[in-house]
């Protein structure tokens, strides 16, 4: 039982560049978000989905797209990074009440 | 609408001492609460929740929290803190509702350092 899986685990981008952030969970959960954390700024909800076929934007969706492929994936693209994108990066899913989290993605755009 | 509000985002203690991260919320509807920690590197994981069965909730490493409906607060504590209890902390509040696809709103985190 994996829990809640991340890809990758670092990436470097440059400014204009595109790229999708894996997420995949195995524990059968309905919704699945991702989030975004800076210093000092807490968590920030980008988009979520509440099920296999549905999603919805967050606080802060600009930027970022998702793909929701299946019940156990959950896919962020970014379709042209920058700078102001360089955060850490996580996926989570919740099947009633807690959120799991997985490992994250340190992402840095130059 | 909900909202989180983590009061003192730096708390340092002195290992032994009790721990006190603070926590108030806002909620239209009766909430769920839970505290979640963060070591560095890693994701968040659940320490505790609240579901509105005892007020009192105990959690994994010691922790535990009140639920004070009268002080909308959920404070976290632990009598004794340990080097090991060195992270950021973070109290989510989420509604009780089905509509709103389990979503939480997360304060911005309270940093514990524990001195020798």
């Known amino acids: 039982n994996a829990g809640v899986t991340q890809t990758p685990k670092f990436q470097v981008l440059k400014t204009g560049q595109s790229m999708t952030l894996q997420c995949a969970q195995d524990m059968n959960h309905n919704s699945m978000y991702w989030y975004r954390q800076d210093p000092g700024m807490g968590l920030r909800l980008i988009y979520y989905?509440?099920?296999?076929?549905?999603?919805d934007k967050g606080e802060v969706p600009n930027g970022y797209n998702v793909s929701r492929l299946n019940k156990r994936e959950f896919s962020l693209r970014l379709e042209s990074a920058a700078p102001s994108q360089t955060s850490v990066y996580f996926c989570?899913?919740?099947?009633?009440?807690?959120?799991?989290f997985g490992p994250g993605t340190r992402l840095t755009v130059t | 609408a909900q909202s989180v509000t983590q009061l003192g985002s730096h708390v340092s203690v002195s290992e032994g001492a009790l721990v006190l991260l603070r926590c108030n919320y806002s909620?239209?509807?009766?909430?769920?609460l839970f505290w979640y920690v963060q070591y560095p590197n890693q994701g968040l994981q659940l320490l505790l929740k609240y579901t509105s069965a005892a007020t009192l909730v105990k959690g994994i490493n010691g922790f535990e929290a009140e639920f004070k409906k009268s002080e909308t607060s959920f404070h976290l504590t632990k009598p004794s803190a340990h080097m090991r209890d060195a992270a950021e902390y973070f109290c989510a509040v989420s509604d009780r509702g089905n509509t709103n696809a389990g979503k939480s709103t997360f304060g911005d985190g309270t940093t514990l350092t524990v001195k020798p």
């Open positions: 909620s239209s509807v009766p909430p769920y």
């Open positions: 989570a899913s919740s099947g009633w009440g807690e959120q799991y």
């Open positions: 989905s509440a099920s296999e076929g549905t999603t």
